[in-house]
């Protein structure tokens, strides 16, 4: 029972030092309108989240960036994020008298990730700085994404690279004399 209790307590923390399984994923992100969300991975544990959202109810389209970080929870297949980011408005029914909004945007929420298909609900609240009808937008929405590059193929590079930076330590003993004794024997 301890060694199993070991066994758990460590792949637990094994994988808090890793994050998303996934580098890029892009797909449909459903809730006060519907959209399209694009999600690549920039850092160890962060990523860049472009949103592209119609909501005929307020009559207008959004653009909207995040800067987001994952925290995985008891895998790196399930995450906590949380991230910040800018918001623009378009205004496209002639109906309303404002301007577009402008403003600050947060995000808040849990991603699953299943092979290739990537599964996110959030609460995104969005402050307007200028213009819209209202100063603040709660929204929460379900993203569907799926997973257009994985891991695999940053590990293959990353493992190419590291053999060419091997080779070119290689190279580099060689040419000074080389191994342990450095020369001794030449």
């Known amino acids: 029972m301890k060694k199993l209790s070991f066994l758990l307590g460590f792949m637990f923390i094994a994988t808090l030092g890793m994050a998303q399984s996934y580098f890029t994923s892009a797909g449909l992100r459903i809730g006060d309108g519907i959209g399209i969300s694009l999600q690549q991975r920039i850092a160890k544990k962060v990523t860049v989240e472009g949103i592209l959202k119609n909501n ?52 808040a929420g849990l991603e699953f990730t299943i092979g290739k298909l990537n599964l996110s609900y959030d609460f995104k609240p969005a402050l307007n700085l200028a213009g819209g009808t ?18 695999k193929v940053f590990k293959e590079m990353n493992k190419n690279k590291k053999k060419k930076q091997r080779q070119k330590a290689r190279d580099k003993r060689k040419k000074n004399g080389g191994g342990i004794f450095g020369g001794i024997f030449n």
């Open 134 to 151: 209202q100063v603040f937008y709660p929204d929460t929405a379900l993203s569907l994404r799926y997973v257009i590059v994985g891991n």
């Open 56 to 107: 005929n109810a307020r009559g207008e389209f959004s653009v909207t960036g995040l800067v987001e970080r994952h925290i995985p929870l008891i895998s790196r297949r399930l995450n906590f994020y949380t991230g910040i980011g800018l918001h623009k408005g378009f205004v496209h029914d002639s109906e309303i008298e404002t301007k577009g909004p402008f403003g600050v945007t947060g995000v």
